[in-house]
């Protein structure tokens, strides 16, 4: 999905809005029990896995799941294919960022088990995540390899990014690998970096283009809209007494997402979702002396909704930047400015509500 499919409802492609939306929400698929074993946990997709089998491999974190993971992923499968034996991704929980940056670790662009539910969407067979941990990050790449992976599988060849390294000290590199790889029989594969744009797509990237508004962008470089997850609380109350009911979603800040200003977006609740206005951030008021407060806040207008979500998990993806958070003079210039954000999120996406169908497994709290 790129920027250029958009807007749908310009197109009059209902369907394509719902299947943006239910790619955004990492719809329609289940992950399973995983198979717990002593420092790791396998989930197996198909029936073509078993543990100590042949196997084809693709490592690495894996954070976002964006464009770049899902052309390694299928480069990995075709080889998995031609060899006649399954496809197995290999990575680490939670992103090793998190336990190695200390204090102020990088934003995430999915939670930890989202990122698995991504990953299970891709053409392979299972999902092997180690536990990530300090003293697991002390281990050397040969240590892992020979006491680790290859004690869980038999890996024919490994498909990693030519950017990936491994081990204590990031020691195992692409070359290192293919020189340890190589004396055991396995095949070594470093894939370069898939380039949007004239530039790498890196999760990196994406969280700087989050954290700047250009959703769009972030959208195209992910394959899929951008979204966070939260609960409804009470706010204000600004919106409902100038006619316009909002749902306040907060947030964890621990997600990439920008700032502030107004986006067309979409408003996930249960298996039902609607197109919304959105404004991120504690708005200027128009109200003399008030001042922006915290972040963490997702006011979304649905569209077309009525009914009561204080207390309920909303999810909210943006799909485009409408403009820039702004103060107002007074209550008449506010209300314009929102029915004019609610009348160009009609016109790029529609204003009816539509299923999302099932949406996996249940999430963590992000407030």
């Known amino acids: 999905m790129s920027a250029v499919d958009l807007p749908a409802a310009e197109r009059g492609d209902a369907q394509d809005l719902a299947d943006l939306a239910r790619d955004a929400f990492l719809c329609g698929r289940d992950l399973p029990d995983p198979m717990a074993m002593p420092g790791a946990k396998a989930y197996a997709l198909t029936e073509r896995f078993s543990l100590g089998g042949p196997a084809v491999l693709a490592l690495g974190t894996f954070d976002g799941?964006?464009?770049?993971?899902?052309?390694?992923?299928?480069?990995?499968?075709?080889?998995?294919?031609?060899?006649?034996?399954?496809?197995?991704?290999?990575t680490f929980d939670p992103d090793p960022s998190q336990v190695l940056a200390g204090p102020s670790p990088a934003s995430l662009l999915l939670s930890s088990r989202d990122r698995l539910l991504a990953l299970s969407h891709l053409p392979a067979d299972a999902i092997i995540a180690f536990d990530f941990t300090?003293?697991?990050?002390?281990?050397?790449?040969?240590e892992f390899v020979t006491d680790r992976l290859l004690s869980l599988l038999r890996p024919l060849a490994i498909h990693v990014g030519s950017d990936f390294a491994l081990?204590?000290?990031?020691?195992?590199?692409?070359?290192?690998?293919?020189?340890?790889?190589?004396?055991?029989g396995i095949s070594a594969f470093g894939h370069e970096l898939r380039r949007a744009h004239g530039a790498a797509i890196s999760a990196t990237r994406i969280r700087a283009l989050l954290v700047a508004g250009e959703v769009e962008l972030a959208m195209e470089l992910l394959?899929?809209?951008?979204?966070?997850?939260?609960?409804v609380a009470h706010g204000r109350g600004e919106g409902s007494s100038l006619?316009?009911?909002?749902?306040?979603?907060?947030?964890?800040?621990?997600?990439?997402?920008?700032?502030?200003?107004v986006y067309a977006g979409i408003c996930g609740v249960g298996e039902r979702a609607w197109p919304a206005a959105v404004n991120i951030g504690e708005p200027p008021s128009y109200v003399e002396g008030d001042a922006a407060s915290d972040v963490g806040l997702a006011e979304a207008s649905l569209i077309g909704f009525s009914g009561d979500l204080y207390g309920r998990d909303v999810s909210v993806a943006l799909v485009k930047r409408l403009r820039p958070s702004v103060r107002f003079e007074g209550v008449g210039e506010l209300q314009a400015a929102v029915r004019r954000n609610l009348d160009e999120t009609r016109r790029l996406l529609g204003s009816a509500a539509f299923d999302l169908g099932?949406?996996?497994?249940?999430?963590?709290?992000?407030?």
């Open 223 to 231: 394959g899929r809209a951008p979204f966070v997850s939260g609960v």
């Open 167 to 184: 081990g204590r000290g990031r020691e195992g590199s692409i070359g290192a690998l293919e020189v340890l790889l190589g004396a055991l």
């Open 243 to 261: 006619g316009f009911p909002t749902a306040n979603v907060r947030f964890d800040r621990a997600f990439a997402f920008p700032e502030d200003g």
């Open 134 to 142: 300090r003293d697991f990050a002390n281990l050397g790449y040969e």
């Open 358 to 367: 099932h949406r996996g497994w249940d999430r963590e709290p992000r407030s």
């Open 65 to 90: 799941v964006h464009r770049g993971h899902r052309r390694l992923v299928e480069c990995a499968a075709d080889d998995a294919r031609q060899r006649g034996v399954p496809l197995v991704i290999v």
